[in-house]
């Protein structure tokens, strides 16, 4: 499948296998985009299966897929595949300390149990929520205070208690 001289640029410098991810990358987005879901996913699949041997490139990439896998998963309706891809990619985010990562698929994770929350689901916010907090940053605040919302409604709309304690605040003011 190497595309040789003919090839556009974004795919130079990528070996026949990495031309197949990078087309099936671009495909699923194609396919998500139009609405397309069931195809988006097999190509995300073809991705998926192609990963092998790669470390924490690997360890990153799998959780990259597993998220997006779990956002069509769930926009078939497909609950109980969309969360174990969530949990998939949450755990591969913490195994890498990523903490944007860590906090979008525990969002997504509370927006799709959310009339079913666990004491899990609240560790998984509050420990994305500790991390953004302690990186200061506005980008990482403006996800921490998704993430406050977020728990905030599960537990009003749970029988499990709020925390009595919050992290830390930032150690310097955020920008107005």
């Known amino acids: 499948m190497a595309l040789g001289d003919d090839s556009s640029e974004a795919a130079k410098g990528f070996s026949e296998r990495g031309e197949r991810e990078l087309l099936d990358t671009f495909l699923a987005r194609l396919e998500k985009e139009?609405?397309?879901y069931g195809e988006a996913l097999e190509a995300l699949d073809r991705e998926r299966a192609a990963l092998s041997g790669q470390g924490s490139i690997l360890t990153?990439?799998?959780s990259i897929l597993a998220n997006q896998r779990g956002i069509l998963l769930a926009a078939l309706g497909?609950?109980?595949?969309?969360?174990?891809?969530?949990e998939r990619s949450y755990e591969g985010a913490l195994s890498l300390s990523h903490e944007v990562g860590m906090a979008r698929n525990a969002l997504s994770l509370a927006r799709l149990r959310r009339h079913e929350p666990?004491?899990?689901?609240?560790a998984k916010l509050d420990e994305a929520f500790g991390r953004?907090?302690?990186?200061?940053?506005p980008d990482a605040a403006l996800l921490a205070g998704r993430i406050a919302l977020e728990r905030l409604g599960l537990a009003e709309a749970s029988a499990l208690p709020a925390p009595s304690?919050?992290?830390?605040?930032?150690?310097a003011p955020l920008p107005a």
């Open 34 to 36: 139009r609405g397309r």
């Open 60 to 62: 990153l990439k799998s």
């Open 78 to 86: 497909r609950r109980a595949e969309a969360a174990s891809e969530f």
């Open 118 to 122: 666990s004491p899990g689901l609240f």
């Open 132 to 137: 953004l907090v302690n990186r200061g940053d």
């Open 165 to 171: 304690a919050s992290p830390a605040p930032p150690a």
